[in-house]
């Protein structure tokens, strides 16, 4: 995940100047910034899809800024609908926001899930697997899950 950011940053440095992205009026200012690199990024998202190259830098942005929020949900979705062991970054996720901001993330994730779950009906299911899964990240990850999903908060891992 640490590695996401300086990637996303170094992509776009490297983009030619005759890429798309500077084309578009909207993108003339062609300094690498944290906002101009999240538009990029945003930018490539709604171009393609299965961009998860920006996927994972909007999340680690998420990560970074402890702001976790229902818009930020979708990101963390085909990833999951993936591979069921990428619960754990969306659990990570809203601990990350709860332990750096203090901000309360337990509802967002319960709707996140929630949302997982509709499409994918499965989910549930494959993450009470995880819950035994050999890798701690992954079964504490599933476990947490479980627990929100339950109507429970966050387990507080801070102690």
């Known amino acids: 995940m640490r590695d996401c950011i300086p990637q996303g940053f170094r992509r776009v440095y490297e983009l030619p100047d005759d890429h798309p992205f500077w084309l578009d009026p909207r993108h003339l200012n ?3 910034t944290w906002m101009k690199v999240r538009e990029y990024h945003e930018w490539a998202l709604a171009e393609r ?3 998860d190259d920006s996927r994972w830098f909007l999340i680690a942005c998420v990560w970074k800024h402890c702001a976790m929020a229902a818009s930020h949900v979708p990101l ?3 990833l ?16 990350q926001v709860r332990h750096g901001s203090g ?3 337990t509802e967002t994730l319960r709707e996140a899930l929630i949302e997982a779950t509709r499409t994918s009906p499965d989910l549930p299911a494959a993450i009470r697997l995880l819950a035994d ?6 079964h504490e990850a599933a476990q947490a899950a479980l627990r929100v999903l339950a109507g429970q908060g966050l387990p507080d891992d801070r102690a």
């Not at 999951?80 to 062991?85: G, M, T, V």
């Not at 899964?133 to 992954?138: L, M, S, W």
């Open 30 to 32: 062609t300094q690498t």
């Open 49 to 51: 899809d299965h961009e």
């Open 76 to 78: 963390f979705l085909p």
């Open 80 to 95: 999951i609908q993936r591979d069921r062991r990428n619960v754990r970054w969306l659990i990570n996720a809203a601990r």
């Open 103 to 105: 901000a309360p993330a």
């Open 133 to 138: 899964d050999e890798e701690t990240a992954v």
